[in-house]
């Protein structure tokens, strides 16, 4: 016994099957359109819009809307990302503990003749960021290789103005800020729409085949150094010494010269009482005058001779008496 279907089939005519294929074409039209018709930048990004190829704006970070079915096209660019380009040497790992190789085999970049007619081997990097993300896209070819040729020449130029002990010493921070805002310079000139954050050396040495020499150099320049230090404090001492015994000296002649100067006017005062003392009492005064001196007189004597007046001469031993020999 046969069971009837009770919900029979219908069959697609058709005229069903076309109108349902157009349903669905509409639909997935409708749906990639949607999909789209907008876009969102990153707030590290900033995106280039263009309209069949042709460039017709920037956006900034959030989202936004376009043309669908490819006649408006987004271009992310980071700007906010700092980018490096390295010269002489390149970065192998970048970790906590960060190896770094050395250039390409036959590769000369790091060698660059100073002022003075001396070669030095110079590793330095260059720090930049994107800042006109139209200029980067499309003004210039390869950005990347343009800031590295660019910047080898910028940097021969400035290291051809020291000489290698600047290099190697004193002036490098004042070499690597000339290359930046030379760098900077021509890479606006040039229309590349970066920015350059920082230029770094790294290292700057003599070539290695001369190494050895170069150091045994440094060392006796080192060593002239630390022995015209120590002859330059050995001459501040001696200088100092000097004008310490000339100060003394000159201290000592001074209080000499006001004692004699006090003596004098004593002898003085005390030769104006005399003269008043003698004028008062001559015969006296002179007496006493004259055994004032004999007594300081005779200590100083082995002997006296007196003459009499009978003409004998008489000598008078003192050594007991005076204190003579």
Not at 79 to 93: A, L, M, N, P, S
């Amino acid at each position: 016994m046969e069971i009837p279907d009770r919900w029979p089939r219908k069959a697609w005519s058709p005229e069903d099957i076309k109108k349902a294929v157009q349903f669905g074409a509409a639909g997935l039209i409708v749906l990639v359109g949607l999909l789209t018709s907008y876009y969102t930048v990153a707030p590290e990004e900033r995106a280039v819009v263009l309209r069949f190829g042709k460039y017709i704006d920037t956006s900034p970070p959030g989202l936004h809307f376009k043309l669908p079915f490819g006649i408006d096209s987004a271009i992310s660019v980071p700007v906010t990302e700092v980018r490096k380009v390295e010269f002489g040497y390149h970065t192998i790992t970048a970790s906590r503990r960060t190896t770094y190789g050395r250039p390409r085999e036959g590769s000369e970049e790091s060698l660059m003749l100073t002022g003075d007619l001396n070669i030095a081997e110079v590793e330095w990097v260059a720090q930049y960021k994107i800042k006109d993300p139209k200029d980067w896209l499309f003004h210039v070819q390869d950005p990347e290789e343009t800031i590295r040729d660019i910047g080898e020449a910028v940097m021969r130029s400035v290291v051809g103005d020291y000489t290698v002990t600047e290099l190697l010493t004193r002036q490098r921070e004042q070499i690597a800020q000339q290359v930046e805002d030379q760098l900077q310079k021509l890479l606006d000139q040039y229309g590349t729409g970066v920015h350059i954050v920082t230029v770094k050396l790294q290292n700057a040495l003599p070539p290695r085949p001369v190494q050895a020499a170069f150091n045994e150099v440094n060392a006796a320049q080192q060593e002239r150094a630390q022995l015209e230090n120590e002859a330059q404090k050995e001459y501040k001492k001696a200088i100092a010494q000097a004008r310490g015994n000339a100060l003394k000296e000159v201290s000592e002649a001074e209080g000499y010269a006001v004692e004699r100067v006090n003596r004098a006017k004593g002898d003085v005062e005390r030769f104006v009482q005399l003269v008043k003392v003698y004028a008062k009492s001559p015969e006296v005064t002179r007496q006493r005058l004259f055994l004032e001196m004999i007594e300081r007189v005779l200590p100083k004597v082995s002997r006296v001779i007196v003459a009499s007046e009978d003409g004998i001469l008489k000598m008078l031993p003192l050594t007991g008496a005076g204190g003579g020999k």
